[in-house]
């Protein structure tokens, strides 16, 4: 079978099936309706195979159109990852890379660890960003990311995987609060009151969002801040309660007066995941973070008593 397509094809093919238009997909690759056709055309004709199902509502992809547009995908994000690296080799910088990360990882664990990479790697950028870890998966198996941090019981089969740390969430209420002494209570029961939560953007307020509408029961968000510390001086305040990565929120408790309420929900305990689409594929500069990760993984293991 002898199949040609290029560059234009694959950035066309991913338009059109973000879409689900043909129409839309060749304006935003700014080729003509007939011109986009007939690539199409050429495409399922080389391939032997139908990529589009057209109906009056727009077009779907069929079962190869499908595994086109996931390998165009990773085609397009490598290119733009070879675009970025040379331009950044020109600057001097050697090597780029790309780390997405749930709320608790990058806010309380990662810190040290990449400074402690970037002191040893002066050549190598990285770009650091939050994501929910459903997000995470999806981005490394497209390749928009070289590493991800995932939390909970995210599905990875189809990645090559490596434990990290755990971490509970739990409620954080003031000093005195009606239930600061509480052994554990569900997230059903902490709804109740009203909370201090982190911005919209954050992963964590995503994720308690989507707990929230399985529970059809509404977040109660008082007021919104930026980070861990200003959650819980808020919390102290007397402004609301807030759940919380554990970690954090016994940090601040040392100066704080706040309280920490575990969450009996069984997603509250977050066991963290390293996932990438293939280790021995990463170049050596990113391998090294993965062990600085891996190390910071086994220090915080409790001490075994004989």
Not at 43 to 62: D, F
Not at 96 to 113: D, K
Request: charged letters at 25%; a negative charge; aromatic letters at 4%.
């Amino acid at each position: 079978m002898s199949v040609h397509f290029d560059l234009v094809d694959l950035r066309l093919m991913v338009r059109v099936a973000e879409a689900n238009s043909l129409t839309k997909g060749a304006e935003a690759s700014h080729i003509s309706l007939p011109a986009a056709s007939t690539r199409i055309k050429n495409l399922e004709e080389s391939i032997g195979a139908k990529l589009l199902n057209r109906h009056s509502q727009g077009v779907t992809l069929t079962p190869p159109g499908q595994a086109f547009v996931h390998r165009a995908r990773l085609v397009l994000g490598q290119i733009e990852h070879l675009r970025g690296d040379l331009q950044e080799y020109a600057s001097g910088i050697k090597g780029h890379l790309r780390v997405y990360a749930n709320t608790t990882a990058l806010g309380e664990f990662l810190p040290e660890v990449l400074k402690r990479y970037l002191a040893t790697h002066p050549d190598v950028n990285i770009d650091l960003q939050e994501k929910l870890s459903n997000e995470i998966v999806r981005a490394v198996m497209d390749g928009k990311t070289d590493i991800g941090i995932v939390a909970g019981s995210v599905r990875t089969e189809n990645l090559q995987t490596l434990p990290y740390r755990s971490d509970s969430l739990v409620l954080v209420v003031p000093e005195h609060h009606p239930v600061a002494d509480l052994p554990s209570m569900p997230l059903i029961d902490a709804l109740e009151f009203d909370h201090v939560g982190l911005h919209e953007a954050s992963a964590l307020h995503a994720f308690l969002n989507r707990e929230c509408e399985q529970l059809n029961k509404p977040l109660k968000v008082r007021i919104q801040v930026s980070s861990f510390e200003s959650a819980c001086r808020m919390i102290e305040a007397g402004v609301g309660v807030g759940v919380l990565p554990e970690s954090a929120a016994r940090r601040h408790a040392r100066s704080m007066a706040i309280r920490l309420v575990p969450l009996s929900d069984a997603w509250a305990i977050r066991s963290m995941q390293i996932c990438v689409r293939n280790f021995d594929e990463l170049p050596n500069f990113a391998r090294d973070l993965i062990d600085l990760l891996s190390e910071d993984a086994r220090l915080a293991q409790p001490a075994l008593i004989d």
